[in-house]
């Protein structure tokens, strides 16, 4: 399995008289190193003793002919291995601005620093490939031909402000100014180079892929570390090199594919490996039968569980997976052009709702429907009554959040053998059982709700302005500048620590001690939320204020911007208690029939 494990000083990894290339495959992640990792090595190296041990990497070695170039294939350690070398010709730049004061045996050594770089028998083979995401590999050739290592190479639009470039960069700022707090500069860039060229590493050269694998988690100690997706994506493409020898660039792009499916947001593609698995776990029980406490896919076990899935059928378990991907991009981004375009709204009201724990079972009926004959009104009957369930649990906490895996777990179980309409009726029967009561779901709904769960809140009143409104009055009030809602929630009686003089004079009569009081207990009530695109723009003014404002347009931004949650608002010139407690009442009715659970007979 492992061919050779060996300390090595830096000087004999970059061994100017070896014909040995360390590739970047191009499966691996981009080079992600930055300036905390940059700062850490340098330092590293310049304040301990000579051989400072760096850590370790992990090569698989398949070259069988000795004389010819060995291609070393970095499965583990390339962020390491390529800061190296671009330290290296950060050394290099920095001594040849000084060429002209060398002495002959600086010249020299000058020259085999090049030479760590390229192999000495052939000045155009670098000897650190890295691989070609985000433009590693060209970047990285044109800091070598910026250096003066390599001939001449275009630099990549926008080059500079990328990893590889910025790395460089920040080696000669430390590498200058090292030398400059120096009497004899040469002498404190040489010595610094010799430091580095005594640092070691562990190199661990394996067969294979599979045997590479074995060795990823418990030997990443010092690079970035590998996410268990990571460690999936390395299994399955060395599985499927194995036993389709080949064609590892193709698996690698269907991998990305995958991830192009589930966004860039780690958390969400995690999500998707949890869900994916706890969707089918009936199917895959079998398979991981040999894995303790696998009933659930946990952030814990999942490397073990996928192990066993790609071990038993890399191949169906590749495209069943690519399936789900796209199937859970669906559900993630419904688009109207899609075959279901009723989905759409409802899957985004899902999301608003933050109800993603249910995505395992979406994912499942999606993927099952023609074998349980769910059409699409069907679908959008369950995904409505999954927005109605997450309204109340997220407002009553009722299930809890440890509990909602395994809720829908269950629920896959439940409709077992079930079609069509016999499905939905089961969904909303057991989303009624484990779900509050309306007793309780109003007694919340009449309370401080804003303090309770302000984005729940916010969806509320998105809902029962959009119930009212028809297609052609309708205002998007889901739109965003930059990462926040242009329509926010807008407290009527101010929520500030300092409350005005004209809301202390309304609200308590101008006795600001019970003004206090009162807005303790009643500014979060639903009746005193309304939703305003100019939030700013109102704050602590007076009623009257808040009510009539323009802008300088002579266009209405306060309460007569025509929201029909606005329509209480405008026709009174007073804003207390009672009018707080009226519309709180009127608001909570409206609330609990909209978000029903179970349909009045």
């Not at 400072?52 to 010819?68: E, K, V």
């Not at 780690?266 to 696998?294: H, L, M, S």
């Not at 659930?296 to 996928?306: D, Q």
């Not at 109340?392 to 079609?419: A, E, H, S, V, Y």
């Amino acid at each position: 399995m492992i061919k050779s494990v060996n300390n090595y000083p830096i000087s004999q990894l970059f061994d100017i008289e070896a014909n040995v290339v360390y590739t970047v495959p191009r499966y691996q992640r981009e080079y992600t190193w930055g300036k905390w990792e940059w700062e850490k090595l340098f330092d590293d190296i310049l304040e301990n003793d000579n051989g400072y041990f760096l850590g370790s990497i992990i090569c698989i070695n398949q070259s069988t002919d000795a004389l010819s170039v060995q291609q070393l294939e970095v499965v583990d350690g390339q962020q390491r291995m390529t800061t190296l070398s671009l330290l290296f010709a950060a050394i290099y730049s920095c001594l040849k601005s000084h060429k002209d004061l060398l002495t002959e045996d600086q010249q020299t050594d000058l020259l085999n620093l090049k030479r760590k770089l390229v192999l000495k028998k052939d000045a155009d083979q670098i000897r650190v490939m890295p691989q070609v995401q985000n433009h590693n590999k060209e970047d990285y050739l044109s800091v070598l031909n910026e250096a003066g290592v390599v001939k001449s190479f275009n630099i990549p639009p926008n080059a500079g402000n990328r990893r590889i470039f910025k790395a460089y960069r920040y080696f000669q700022e430390r590498i200058n100014a090292l030398a400059g707090h120096s009497e004899e500069e040469l002498a404190a860039i040489m010595g610094f180079g010799e430091r580095v060229s005594l640092a070691t590493l562990v190199k661990i050269e394996v067969e294979s892929h599979s045997d590479a694998y074995i060795l990823f988690e418990s030997l990443n100690n010092r690079g970035v570390p590998l996410t268990p997706i990571d460690l999936i994506k390395n299994k399955l493409l060395a599985k499927l090199e194995q036993i389709d020898p080949g064609h590892i660039d193709q698996h690698f792009n269907n991998w990305n594919y995958l991830l192009n499916y589930l966004g860039d947001d780690y958390t969400v593609q995690e999500r998707f490996f949890r869900q994916y698995y706890n969707a089918f776990n009936n199917e895959f029980k079998p398979i991981i039968k040999d894995v303790q406490n696998a009933s659930v896919a946990t952030r814990s076990n999942l490397i073990k569980i996928y192990e066993k899935l790609i071990v038993n059928d890399a191949n169906g378990f590749f495209e069943e997976i690519l399936q789900a991907g796209k199937c859970y991009s669906f559900i993630l981004n419904p688009k109207q052009e899609e075959l279901y375009a009723s989905l759409s709204r409802p899957l985004k009201d899902l999301e608003r709702i933050q109800g993603a724990p249910s995505y395992l079972f979406l994912l499942f009926v999606l993927l099952k429907k023609e074998r349980y004959l769910l059409d699409e009104m069907h679908l959008n009957k369950i995904i409505q009554l999954l927005v109605r369930f997450f309204v109340r649990r997220n407002l009553t906490d009722t299930p809890p959040t440890r509990d909602l895996t395994r809720l829908f777990m269950n629920l896959i179980n439940k409709i077992d053998g079930l079609k069509g309409d016999e499905i939905v009726r089961i969904v909303e029967k057991e989303l009624v059982a484990v779900s509050a009561n309306d007793e309780v779901f109003r007694r919340l709904l009449e309370g401080p709700v804003y303090s309770e769960n302000s984005e729940a809140v916010r969806f509320i009143l998105c809902a029962l302005e959009e119930k009212a409104k028809t297609r052609e009055s309708m205002v998007d009030l889901w739109a965003m500048e930059g990462k926040r809602y242009v329509w926010t929630i807008e407290h009527i009686f101010p929520q500030g620590e300092n409350i005005p003089q004209p809301w202390i004079d309304m609200i308590a009569e101008g006795n600001k001690i019970r003004a206090k009081e009162l807005q303790a207990k009643y500014v979060d009530r639903l009746g005193n939320l309304t939703i305003s695109g100019y939030n700013s723009n109102l704050g602590n003014k007076s009623f009257e204020e808040k009510r009539d404002r323009k802008d300088k347009q002579g266009r209405y931004i306060g309460y007569l911007n025509s929201l029909y949650l606005n329509e209480d608002l405008v026709k009174t010139d007073k804003w207390n208690i009672e009018s707080i407690d009226s519309r709180t009442s009127r608001l909570v009715e409206e609330t609990l029939n909209l978000f029903a659970l179970k349909e009045k007979e």
